[in-house]
């Protein structure tokens, strides 16, 4: 689990981990790519050979063709390199930030397709479970995907949608969307179910739980049922959702929230790990 709501600056008491005094007025900062050690490129090298050879089988083919593009596995990546192939692609770019930041800025970067990457590494101790998103998180997890047109499409609109759901006192239901898409999503294949969700893809072991364990419960993706869903934050999932694909996801959250926010504050909240009894169970891939 990456164990985080990304929406969320800060733990509970405790100030976000990073330096927030070199950032701009928008959270973003230079990488600063110089600083890393050698030790952090080890790490770096040790987080993506491990997650890279669980991919097969597991994660959704578009990101498994995705996750070259993010270049030297044997070091942290240059944002600024990275970003280049990334415009050139679906005119995204990736921007370093300090780690968490306020969400309605993180909202503001995903409109204009800008997405943050914090730039620390988490700790050797903190290889198999760090609390915060840390750089390898951010890049590894998310970024493959916006190299795909229509998740690039789907982020940005989620980021337009945030600075909406701010003014709305929505964020809370629409973050529910993001953990369970973004960072949690599981996509239907001709092969079994398979993740594209940042959060699973990044875990040293969720993500072979998520798509093979018999435990949790996997339903297909519906847009209210997800923002009546609590989620946990410190431990594997309880519930996963299943999307048919990418267009279906875009599709499916074009039209406005204002009216279904207010249709889903009306009814009751839906604990994790839940299955409705009209609701298809999808089963573990094999
Ligand atoms: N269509 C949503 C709205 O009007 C915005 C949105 C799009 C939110 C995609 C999330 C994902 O609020
Ligand atoms: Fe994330």
Known sequence: ?????????????????GDYARARADYTCEQDWAAYTAQDHELYRRL????????????CT??????QHLGTPQRIPRFDELSDRLYRSTRWEVVAVPGLIPEEAFFKLLSERRFPVTGWIRKP?????VVEPDVFHDLFGHVPLLFNPVFADYMQAYGAGGLKASRLDACELLARLYWYTVEFGLIRTPDGVRAYGAGILS??????YSVRS???SRVPFDLT????TRYKIDTYQASYFVIDSFQQLFDATAPDFTPLYAA????????????LPHEERIPPAA
């Open 62 to 67: 578009e990101f498994i063709e995705a996750v």
């Open 225 to 228: 049922r997800i923002m009546r």
């Open 1 to 17: 689990n990456q164990g985080v709501a990304p929406v969320t600056y800060g733990q509970g008491d405790r100030p976000p981990r």
């Open 48 to 59: 993506y050979e491990r997650q890279a050879a669980q991919l097969p089988g597991l994660a």
């Open 264 to 275: 889903v504050r009306a009814q009751e909240e839906i604990d994790a790990g839940r299955v």
């Open 125 to 129: 101790e903190e290889f198999d479970y």
């Open 214 to 216: 018999p435990e949790p």
């Open 203 to 208: 875990s040293a072991g969720e993500l072979r």
